[in-house]
């Protein structure tokens, strides 16, 4: 497997493990995944959930996430 498509493996949407590693990866998992819906895209997801714990991330009060 070439380099590039390690690297598109590991921020596909279907592996959630390396946007939750730290913050940093969580932040670049939200660009990465912009057209992707929390609670559908595991990345995406992930990332969202780890940004709340740690308290960057506030989500609209408005809306239900699962």
């Known amino acids: 497997m ?18 939750a590693t730290s913050v940093a990866a969580a932040h670049h998992a939200m660009q990465v995944h912009l057209d992707c819906v929390v ?6 997801t992930a ?7 740690e308290g960057l991330l506030v989500p609209d009060s408005g809306r239900v996430r699962s």
């Open 39 to 44: 609670g559908e895209c595991r990345a995406k």
């Open 47 to 53: 990332a969202h959930r780890l940004l709340v714990e």
């Open 2 to 19: 070439s380099w590039d498509a390690a690297l598109l493996d590991r921020i596909a949407c279907g592996n959630g493990l390396w946007a």
